[in-house]
């Protein structure tokens, strides 16, 4: 808790950009520490010590939040690390979201001080408190990290002994003008801890065509690069990032844009271990502009994944092994953009928490990991930012000020709230954005042209302008970035679909949504009306969403459609999440299984053909002539098209969460074989236990199903319902139809 604490600063602009603020302090040595907590936060991000031991395992604490209305502190069982008698305690202050380049629109940058508070409590043996709480008495002083920054990396400077370091001094109370996070601004830490995870060692070191020296990590990853050396005092060792290698085999970083990506570091003398402090790349290779010729990076560097320390909750693998990798990949981008908050991409001068992008992979991400408390956080900070006029912002947090309201971008609000919902069946979770879905929804209702719609006057539709679109979707001219399909359209789908979850809201919570249902009837009869699908993209959200009453025959073009083009994938972010869905639901699973298994450019495994170890932006990343696609928006790394496995947990394996039951209550299993996959397995673990969903083509042609459900479940094989109770079932069908 922080109570008495008083936030500090470094006073001096002059002094160190990461500064260290320290207090030494007393226990009584004849009495015994019964209990100890240290709370602490930073404006900028922090890392705390007790008698130079690390405090917890939380890297870039105090996470990511929208800071002008919230910022967590953490609470930390520091009892054994303190001594009876003297102690010492430290912590290191860097720039991170709040103070670096990330946020510069948002207000405060690198010339902001840095600043601390913290609070520790010790309870002796015999109830006696003591406390210690940041005020004038502490000491500031500089550090070894001389810069540091999310997009351009971190220089640590290790040749300064202690006596090198200029010489601490009396900490100043921050300035008014600078303590605009006055106690009801601070929250106890609500996400999950970023935590270091994979390690991974190189597998290859060479020499590109250009002469560049390159490291190969063999995985897209986001973390950084641990070095561990036998050096001499003054030893540079210095490298940049990259996903990639141009057509040629040499190192490619255009990619990441204003984003420099360096890490730097002077060494010692002697053995010595390095990772950054406070700063992330996106990378899988790694160039070096600086390294002794005595040390070899194969032994050398390891690669540290990090992100949010979710718990691993579904498993899926089936008989294509370029699906695997899809889905591995898949498993990687999440990773590598859940450090706290869900963003776009990891590695270019972007990294936002871009609303459109979470909504759409949201569902699946709830499959791999658990995602709840991750998400609920994250909510909270929409919530913050939202426009008292109900618009959504675009970005969550917003760092650069957009005003709010494009379709898809918005409706997270209302979607992702909900498939939590879904997927872990705690309703407080609804109750906590039933407003914010209100104000949204009431927000479209004042914004539309045309009541009952939300379309938007001409001028508003351009690239850049009120929405979207179908973000990257291939059938617009080539090098677009909005698809061909109509905002009004997109739109008004979306603006239906907040309205009905916001009526499925109340129906759970026991609100008056009355209101709110007409309202959802009058926008599908006016769309009905009004709209004919035309494009893919406009059949796929008529069919998924029920906006069309002719379901049957929008089906039946949505699969001709394809089919005459080849199986070629032309919708772009909103479209292409629901894509198999509308194939498989009405009764053209064939299909939707020939899209996820095409090869050819557009497809998914296109990219895993290329060596794609995340998932692209773009279909077209890198086109089959070994060409990028423009420098400006080339991620390797964004999870927006991994939604797809979505489809295999809840469609190929039958594992889907619904409304009648949230949380797999009592799930229904209802697997869709494919030949051509041969096999699929899936597991997943509930709140009530683990779900298993197998099937296997025979020999003989027949399927063999497998399925073990913790609690009393409904199974569905080929159209026949069995009604069971916990257990193991096997089932046999001859037939590939579901
Ligand atoms: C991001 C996207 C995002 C989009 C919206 C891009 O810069 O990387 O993933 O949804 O902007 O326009």
Same mark, same amino acid.
């Given at each position: 808790m922080i109570k008495d604490a008083l936030w500090i600063g470094i006073g001096d602009a002059n002094i160190s950009l990461c500064p260290e603020f320290s207090r030494k302090f007393s226990l009584n040595k004849?009495?015994?520490i019964k209990h100890a907590e240290l709370s602490v936060t930073a404006l900028g991000v922090y890392e705390a010590s007790i008698n130079g031991c690390r405090v917890g395992n939380f890297v870039l604490a105090p996470g990511c939040t929208s800071y002008k209305k919230r910022l967590q502190y953490e609470t930390y069982d520091v009892t054994e690390m303190l001594l009876r008698g003297e102690?010492?305690?430290?912590?290191l202050v860097g720039a991170g979201w709040y103070r670096g380049r990330i946020s510069a629109a948002y207000g405060k940058t690198h010339s902001f001080p840095a600043a601390v508070i913290s609070e520790l409590t010790v309870e002796y043996g015999d109830g006696e408190i003591f406390t210690q709480v940041t005020d004038e008495s502490w000491r500031a002083g500089e550090s070894r990290i001389l810069a540091s920054d999310i997009y351009d990396g971190e220089t640590y400077d290790a040749s300064f002994d202690d006596a090198c370091l200029s010489p601490s001094y009396p900490a100043k109370l921050l300035d008014s003008e600078y303590a605009d996070f006055a106690s009801e601004t601070l929250v106890p830490h609500e996400g999950e801890y970023v935590t270091e995870h994979e390690r991974i060692k190189p597998c290859a070191y060479f020499i590109t065509p250009k002469g560049e020296r390159v490291v190969d990590f063999g995985q897209n990853l986001a973390g950084y690069v641990e070095i561990s050396v036998n050096a001499r005092l003054g030893d540079k060792i210095e490298f940049t990032h990259a996903e990639t290698l141009d057509g040629e085999g040499n190192f490619y970083r255009d990619n990441y844009r204003g984003a420099e990506a360096k890490a730097t570091y002077i060494c010692r003398d002697g053995n010595q271990t390095y990772k950054p402090h406070f700063t992330f790349y996106g990378f899988r290779y790694i160039k070096l502009l600086s390294c002794p010729k005595d040390v070899n990076p194969l032994e050398c560097f390891t690669a540290v994944a990090i992100y949010s320390d979710m718990k691993r909750t579904g498993y899926f693998s089936c008989g294509n092994e370029k699906v695997n990798r899809l889905y591995e990949n898949t498993l990687w981008s999440q990773r590598s953009n859940?450090?706290?908050?869900?963003?776009?991409?990891?590695?270019?001068d972007e990294r936002m928490g871009w609303t459109g992008d979470a909504q $759409?992979?949201?569902?699946s991400a709830a499959y791999n990991y658990d995602v709840f408390k991750f998400f609920r956080k994250w909510l909270r900070d929409l919530r913050a930012e939202q426009r008292e006029n109900g618009a959504v912002t675009e970005i969550v947090p917003n760092f650069w000020n957009l005003a709010g309201s494009s379709a898809a971008w918005g409706d997270a609000a209302a979607i992702i709230p909900w498939k939590m919902y879904l997927a872990y069946g705690d309703e407080s979770i609804l109750d906590e954005n039933f407003q914010s879905v209100k104000k949204w929804v009431d927000f479209i209702t004042n914004d539309t042209k045309d009541p009952y719609l939300w379309t938007c006057c001409a001028s508003e539709k351009r690239v850049w302008g009120k929405h979207y679109g179908d973000w990257l979707a291939l059938d617009a001219p080539a090098g677009s970035y909005k698809g061909a399909t109509d905002d009004d359209f997109i739109a008004s789908v979306f603006y239906?679909?907040? $309205?009905?979850l916001l009526t499925e809201y109340g129906h759970v919570l026991g609100r008056d949504v009355s209101e709110y249902e007409e309202l959802a009837k009058k926008i599908r009869d006016t769309f009905v009306s009004r709209f004919s699908p035309v494009t893919e993209m406009e059949h796929v959200l008529a069919l998924y969403f029920d906006m069309t009453d002719d379901a049957a025959g929008v089906a039946a073009a949505l699969n001709e459609m394809i089919k005459n083009d080849g199986y070629k994938l032309n919708?772009?972010?909103?479209?292409?999440?629901?894509l198999l869905y509308a194939l498989s639901e009405n009764g053209y699973a064939e299909t939707a299984y020939s899209l996820l298994l095409r090869e050819e450019y557009p497809s998914w495994l296109y990219e895993v053909n290329h060596g794609a170890t995340t998932i692209w932006e773009h279909w077209d990343g890198i086109n089959d002539e070994g060409n990028f696609w423009s420098a400006d928006m080339n991620s390797f790394n964004h999870y927006a098209y991994g939604s797809v496995i979505g489809w295999?947990?809840?469609?190929a394996a039958g594992i889907a969460a619904d409304k009648e039951n949230p949380g797999f209550s009592r799930p229904t299993i209802k697997p869709c074989p494919d030949k051509r996959l041969g096999h699929a397995a899936a597991r997943l673990e509930t709140q009530y236990g683990t779900i298993c969903s197998e099937w296997t083509y025979t020999a003989d042609g027949s399927v063999k199903y497998k399925i073990s459900v913790p609690t009393d479940a409904v199974i569905i094989i080929c159209g026949e319902r069995h009604e069971v109770s916990a257990g193991e079932y096997e089932f046999s069908s001859r037939e590939n139809f579901v």
């Open positions: 004849e009495k015994e102690n010492k305690i430290s912590i859940f450090i706290d908050i869900p963003t776009d991409c990891p590695q270019r $759409v992979f949201a569902s239906c679909v907040s $309205v009905r919708t772009g972010f909103v479209g292409t999440p629901y295999l947990y809840e469609v």
